[in-house]
């Protein structure tokens, strides 16, 4: 047996023994939807300067132009992303009766398309769009690109429920995770390095608070030895699918 099939047994002996079970997710669980980051190397920022096109002042100084970029792009492929067996597992973990709140840097909703109903999307979400005159809501997929900006029936422009550069994360969801992440007994970190505010703070706050800080990333990162109590080296997808599979045995 190999070290990562140690590691994914234990993580299924102590997920089936929890009993409050939360999880902090990034970019790295939605690469296998096709989903690519925003940072790093490939990610979209190479390609897009994100104070030209993801700034709130750019947005609101011509809508058009942001729209027909950034936003066009990311609806192309957040529109075809399906959720894959890293967000089906926690959905399956919640179903259990495990997993509790899912606390997510990222926007493509996928975390909801899965089946988890406690989502917590610090950067918001993609998967909707607002009036700004109005309010009236308009998922994105449903949204017609041929008048860009798009907009509503009164008018108004749409803009992504996201929470741009330059506007503040809504505190309600920071007291929230704050909340969920001292409450846990398991902290399941997921494709994130959690090297960004405020996604660093939570696995801390768990530890602090008692809980086990278990780590599903491809590679170390810094939370890997100081934080976490162990990392499972794998891709989100493969890793907590069998994971969950494991659970499954134990508890039944
Ligand atoms: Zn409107």
Redesign the pocket.
């Known amino acids: 047996m190999t070290v990562t099939d140690d590691l994914i047994k234990r993580a299924a002996k102590d997920l089936a023994a929890a009993s409050h079970v939360v999880a902090l997710t990034g970019a790295g669980i939605s690469v296998e939807s096709g989903i690519p980051p925003f940072r790093g190397k490939g990610g979209l920022w190479e390609k897009i300067d994100p104070m030209e096109y993801a700034h709130i002042d750019a947005f609101l100084r011509d809508p058009a132009k942001v729209w027909g970029v950034l936003i066009k792009e990311m609806k192309d492929v957040v529109d075809q992303a399906l959720p894959n067996d890293a967000h089906k597992g926690l959905a399956r973990l919640e179903d259990l009766g495990l997993l509790k709140t899912v606390i997510t840097q990222n926007v493509d909703g996928l975390h909801q398309a899965a089946g988890n109903t406690d989502v917590i999307e610090f950067h918001g979400s993609f998967a909707w769009q607002k ?1 700004m ?4 809501r308009c998922e994105t997929r449903k949204i017609n690109l041929e008048q860009i900006p798009p907009r ?5 422009i749409f803009r992504p429920e996201v929470i741009f550069f330059g506007e503040l994360i809504p505190p309600q969801h920071l007291s929230r995770s704050q909340l969920a992440a001292s409450q846990c007994d398991i902290m399941l970190v997921i494709g994130t390095s959690a090297v960004v505010q405020p996604a660093s703070l939570m696995p801390v706050i768990s530890k602090e608070s008692g809980a086990k800080v278990i780590e599903i990333n491809p590679e170390r990162t810094p939370l890997t030895g100081t934080v976490s109590d162990y990392i499972i080296l794998g891709k989100a997808g493969e890793v907590t699918r069998k994971i969950v599979t494991e659970v499954e045995q134990l508890i039944s």
């Open positions: 009036c005159d109005c309010h009236n509503c029936n009164c008018g108004g």
